[in-house]
């Protein structure tokens, strides 16, 4: 319980300090916030629980992949947000555009040889 404690509190240490950074320098917070440092933290929790090499690399190969859908988010809201769109509605549009997208991925992705 303690190992899942701490590395919520990482985790969430490095979030706030990107959100912080943000609210002074938005294009240094943006920086922060694009690296992958969930899928870092992520891939060395799950080398600590379960070292395997073939684990890590289906695991890092499907993070490319998902990493993608993702990506059209960070266009769609800030064109929303600056046509006047409230934040809400932004994130939302944003949230089920990278949803779609995923369902998208998940689907196509097997058809074209992607171990998912």
């Not at 303690?2 to 917070?29: D, W």
């Not at 929790?45 to 990493?67: G, R």
């Amino acid at each position: 319980m303690l190992y899942l404690a701490a590395k919520a509190v990482i985790s969430g240490v490095l979030i706030a300090v990107a959100a912080t950074l943000a609210k002074r320098h938005p294009g240094f917070g943006a920086l922060i916030a694009s690296l992958p440092l969930v899928s870092i933290m992520g891939m060395i929790w799950l080398w600590q629980d379960k070292p395997d090499p073939e684990n890590m690399a289906a695991h890092a190969s499907a993070t490319f992949w998902y990493v993608l859908p993702s990506l059209p988010m960070f266009l769609l809201m800030p064109l929303l947000l600056r046509q006047g769109a409230g934040f809400g509605l932004s994130l939302l549009a944003g949230c089920v555009l990278t949803v779609i997208l995923y369902a998208a991925m998940t689907w196509l992705g097997p058809r074209f040889g992607l171990e998912l």
